[in-house]
Each structure stands twice: as structure tokens, then as C-alpha cells.
């Protein structure tokens, strides 16, 4: 935080300690939401809720904390004033924070929820995590077919204060389901005697109660949606994901894939605030596979040991070849989980694929095996020039394809193809390329004299 922001905490925490909530509410007026959820999270829990109780959109400043903070500011407030912030809050937000409480956080705020609220909250929690079904919220704006577009302003003026979004309504019929979709927009521009039947859009995009969150995430961007109307098996409107949650979910994939492809196991949340012992747990599992997948290199050097101890000068080149497999393998397997998460390619393109990456491989070994061969003609001879500029190229060339097929591979087999991370995939082409290496070099150095350093 700055220096003036450091300057308001204090200010803050010694009004509220004074009980001066009227000079702390003048402090804090004009500051947005979010700045204000990072103001207030800087200061006492105990002092924070305080505050935060006395603040007009206080639902609103509370959607912004992390949510560990949430949970923690949750265990200060009085039973009746978390009932009240959190019948506030969406229905979407209000279920995903019921959902990070104990058990006996749960059986305190549910008796003091209004029934509604309470059914609303048991309804949406009872889908699986990382489904449509958990991420929307039910609160969304609908109309009848036969309304007049008059009609439909009035009724939509008294369900905006309650609803998510009020851009984008949705027609429905006595049983609830989906018929349409009309825009404000829409609504605004036209006559104010037409029928809603005839303005609405009946070619609604929507998605299914189970459909898996990321697939969610891709339609809204493809169809550049304020919100997706969900549904269930017999096409009944339940509910509506909107473009914020979305990009909530792509920035929470985002990040899991940023953090498997560090052969970190899984999200740890704000790393600022997780335990040593969770850090721990989350990259020892990597880290232990990757030690004994390591002892291949290993293995690899004693198999060649009696042409490396007549050629010295082959060890000063091993570092600088085997990396540059890792470093050209790691550059397609980024590629190549990026373009899968996104949907650019599927399997039946591999084939495909594999043949470009072969050809780029190719360019990319000849053009690096020209440089190496250089300082191997300096270090040593033509030989070993020779040696270098093939073992370049092989090596470059298969940790590409080993960099490019891993990731399908694990595609095919229902793994995140994000678990191809580097350290992964810098291990086997370390392997790799040890053996290729010294097998080029005991083929082409086994018979002649000794190659200093």
C-alpha cells in the first residue's frame, strides 16, 4: 500500500477505537469498493467488521477480500449482522462463501437466514464444484412472452434492486422454461405497445447445469455474452453465469496451469498467505519424481563413462547440449497446452502437428548446431565439432517432438495436459539427450586418440 493508504489505516483504527464511526465513514467516503476492501484489510479483524457493518455497500466491499479473509472476518461478526451482510450479498457469492465455513459456522448463519435465502443457498451448494450448477447465480431478471414492452419496464424497474444483470432478460414460460432473451437496449428503442413475443430473441445460446465451468468461460467469450442463461434437462431457466464470474474461472485456470507447469501440484491460493507446511505439500511431489526421473541421466553418463574419460572435452559440452533439449521441449509443451486449453487444436491434429514441429525442429537444430560446432572446433577438433553439431540437432529435434506429443498424450488419457510442466519435461529430454549425445560421440571418437581439454 502507499504511504496515504498507510496513513488512512491509522486514521481508521484509532476513529474506530475512538467508537468515531462518523469520521471514519468520512475518511473512507468516495474510495470504490475494491480500494476500500484493501484499506480494511489491512486493519484488525475485530476493527475491520466494525466498520465494514456501518458502511452503506458493504456487501459490495466485502466481495472483494480474499477469500481466507472472508472467512476470517466471518468468525467477528455477530450472528445477526453476518445474516444481514450475507443476504446482501449474490446468490452466487452469498453460496460460495457458505460453502468455505466449518460446519459450525454453517449451523449458525442458516437459522438466522430468511427460508428463501436458506433453500436458495441449500439448492446451489448442492452442485459439483467446478460445474455451471456452482458457479451461477439465481438471481437473474425474466419475462413473459405475452408482456408488453411497458409492461416489461415496470416489472424489470422492480426486479433490477435484486437482480445480477437486468442487460440481458429472459423470456420463460408458466413452467419456467427458456423461450428468449430480450436487451435493455431493445427494450428502450422499441414501441412501448409491443409485445415481448415479438422483440424477443428466440435463439438464446445457454449451457447445461453440468456443463464443466471452463467450458462456460470459452462460450461467453466466443460469444462475446454479458451472461449465459443456464438450464437443465427438461430446458427449465435455473439460473445465470455472467462474464465477471467467468473471467474469474479463466483467471483460476489460468493460474493452475502457470502453477502445474512449475511442477507445483496444484493452486495454493494467495501464496502470500499459505502456510510453509501447504508450499511444502504442494511441491514435493514433483520434486521427489523428478530427483529419481534424474538418475536416467545418470545411468546414461556411467553407460558412456570409458569415452568420456578418453574425451575430457565432451564434458564441457554436456550442460550446453542437454539444456537446450529441455529449453526447445519446454517451448513446445507451452505451446501446445495453451493451444489445447483454448481449443485451437484436438487430438485428430496431432499428426499434423508433429510434421510442422519437425520441420521447425529442424531449422531451430541446424541453425544452434552451426554455433555449437564453432566452439567445438576451438575446444577440440573437427571430430568433435562433428559430434556436436549431429548431437544439436538430434536433440533439439526430439525434445520438440517429446515437448509436442506429451501434452496429447496426456490429453488422451484424461490427465490436465498442464501437468507436461517444464521441470517434466526437462527431465526427460535431459535423459535423452545424454544418451544421444554420448552415443554419437562413442560412435565417432571410440577409435581415435584422446581429445584434450
Partial sequence: MSNIDNNLVLVLSHAIEQNKFADALAAVKGLPPVDLADVLEQLDPTLGWRLLECLPDRADVFSYFEPEQQVRMARE????????????????????????????????????????????????????????????????????????????????????????????????????????????????????????KDLMSSDVVSAHVTDDQEDIAKKIARYDLLALPIIDEDDILIGIVTYDDAMDVVSAEATDDIHKSAGVSTVVGNIKDASIALLYRKRIFWLIL???????????????????????????????????GGNAGSQSATLMVRALATGE?????????????????????????????????????????????????????????????????????????????????????????????????SRLLSDLTVVPV
Fill in 345 to 441: 487444436v484436438v487430438m485428430r491434429d496431432w499428426l499434423y502437428l508433429i510434421g510442422r514441429e519437425a520441420l521447425v525442429a529442424l531449422a531451430l537444430g541446424c541453425t544452434m548446431a552451426a554455433a555449437v560446432s564453432v566452439l567445438g572446433y576451438i575446444r577440440g577438433d573437427e571430430t568433435v565439432a562433428l559430434v556436436l553439431a549431429l548431437s544439436m540437432v538430434s536433440i533439439v529435434m526430439i525434445g520438440c517432438m517429446i515437448g509436442m506429443s506429451l501434452p496429447f498424450i496426456l490429453s488422451k488419457f484424461n490427465f490436465d495436459p498442464a501437468s507436461a510442466s517444464a521441470p517434466l519435461i526437462t527431465s526427460v529430454c535431459d535423459a535423452t539427450g545424454v544418451v544421444i549425445y554420448l552415443f554419437i560421440a
Fill in 77 to 196: 461478526f455477530p450472528r445477526a449482522t453476518l445474516a444481514e451482510l450475507v443476504s446482501e450479498m449474490p446468490a452466487d457469492e452469498r453460496t460460495d462463501l457458505f460453502k468455505r465455513f466449518d460446519q459450525n459456522q454453517r449451523d449458525i448463519l442458516l437459522p438466522a437466514l430468511a427460508h428463501a435465502e436458506r433453500e436458495d443457498i441449500r439448492r446451489l451448494s448442492a452442485y459439483v464444484e467446478g460445474t455451471a450448477g456452482a458457479l451461477m447465480t439465481s438471481d437473474y431478471a425474466t419475462l413473459k412472452k405475452d408482456m408488453t414492452v411497458l409492461q416489461a419496464m415496470t416489472y424489470l424497474r422492480d426486479e433490477a434492486p435484486d437482480a445480477e444483470t437486468i442487460y440481458q432478460a429472459y423470456v420463460i414460460d408458466e413452467q419456467r422454461r427458456l423461450l428468449g432473451a430480450v436487451s435493455l437496449r431493445d427494450l428502450i428503442l422499441a414501441d412501448l405497445n409491443k409485445l415481448i
Fill in 290 to 324: 523428478l530427483v529419481f526421473g534424474n538418475l536416467f541421466s545418470g545411468a546414461g553418463i556411467a553407460h558412456f563413462e570409458d569415452i568420456i574419460a578418453a574425451n575430457i572435452v565432451l564434458v564441457f559440452f554436456l550442460p550446453l547440449l542437454v539444456d537446450s
